[in-house]
């Protein structure tokens, strides 16, 4: 009897998982349309999708789209990659707007910047770095002179979260009718921060001029003025307000989340909830001396390593050499100081 051959159609292949190839070919989505996101919650992203200009005898008879809020959520191809208030990102789906609609976020096109923040310097279980806000071009440090009193320790530290996201500073003043400002200007005054001081029922116009055409995130703790401001730059904004505690000096957080809002001369503003803490663990020391071009070159002789804290450091005998302002010196090793952990010193904590 002859033996018989086999072959490989003779070898059975259990279908099942891993039987099909996977492939790494993602659609183009090539007629997804562009959103920006105007607010963040619990997973749903609302998107502003601008309205096309309207073709043909549309056109002529002067016919506008207006712009509409569209309900999104994000793809799974995009995997664990964050979207934040102010990102520019692809739609598909249901861009109706619609009641009960939902589209989907396929891209988030490149940044121009990102804010972020690191939960805790000291705490080595935490160094994950919470994103904030995208895209924006101004930073609107909100403080006030009193009520709660300033605390420069926070200004530092947010200033140093916009010079590592390459964001203009912008101090803005708040309460000046309770206590004056010459004392906190005169500690920013060497580092060239622009500044607008205002109070209670007085003009907003040279905010306004700073706002205009830009996007700016405002940022500060509770019960400096935030959403009051907020509700005046922008009428229809509905920001709840809150008070100050007469027993801690601090504020109730009452904006619970970022939004973008826009203003009615152009331009937006970013209104974020009130922090009591600004981590910095995600920034290095490089970053914080980059924004001190003065003081760069003096560093050439510092030791490997040199935190630019210690005796050691170079730059006392740069800046006593006459090369750069000692003012701008102390300043820079006070942001520095910040970064590494230093508490505050203000009597609101």
Not at 34 to 44: K, Q, S, W
Not at 45 to 74: C, D, H, I, W
Not at 118 to 143: C, F, K, M
Request: charged share 30%; hydrophobic share 40%; aromatic share 2%.
């Amino acid at each position: 009897m002859r033996k018989r051959e086999y072959d490989e159609d003779d070898v059975r292949v259990r279908p099942g998982k891993g039987s099909r190839p996977r492939t790494r070919i993602r659609p183009a989505h090539e007629d997804a349309v562009e959103g920006f996101i105007v607010a963040v919650d619990r997973g749903r992203y609302t998107a502003l999708v601008e309205a096309e200009r309207p073709k043909g005898s549309a056109a002529k008879r002067g016919a506008r789209q207006r712009s509409r809020l569209v309900v999104a959520m994000k793809a799974r191809e995009l995997g664990r990659k964050g979207i934040v208030v102010g990102d520019r990102v692809a739609l598909v789906g249901d861009v109706s707007g619609q009641p009960d609609t939902l589209a989907r976020v396929v891209r988030v096109e490149p940044r121009t910047s990102m804010l972020r923040r690191s939960a805790d310097d000291t705490d080595d279980t935490d160094g994950i770095e919470r994103p904030i806000v995208a895209n924006a071009d101004q930073l609107v440090i909100v403080t006030a002179l009193a009520d709660p009193p300033p605390r420069p320790r926070m200004i530092d530290r947010i200033l140093v979260a916009a010079f590592d996201a390459e964001i203009e500073p912008l101090l803005c003043l708040t309460k000046s009718d309770l206590a004056p400002p010459d004392d906190l200007l005169a500690l920013y005054r060497p580092l060239g921060v622009p500044h607008v001081v205002v109070h209670k029922g007085g003009s907003l116009d040279e905010l306004r001029e700073h706002l205009e055409g830009r996007l700016s995130v405002l940022v500060g703790h509770s019960g400096v003025g935030k959403s009051t401001l907020v509700n005046v730059l922008v009428p229809d904004a509905n920001r709840a307000v809150s008070h100050v505690n007469a027993v801690t000096g601090r504020g109730r957080h009452t904006s619970t989340s970022a939004v973008a809002l826009e203003l009615p001369e152009g331009g937006w503003i970013i209104d974020t909830p009130g922090v009591r803490s600004f981590g910095l663990a995600h920034v290095s020391v490089e970053t914080v001396l980059a924004s001190f071009p003065d003081l760069v070159e003096g560093t050439v002789d510092c030791p490997k390593g040199c935190t630019h804290l210690s005796d050691e450091c170079a730059l006392d005998a740069w800046v006593a050499a006459g090369h750069a302002d000692p003012a701008r010196l102390e300043s820079l090793r006070r942001l520095l100081a910040i970064r590494e952990g230093a508490p505050d010193e203000s009597p609101a904590t």
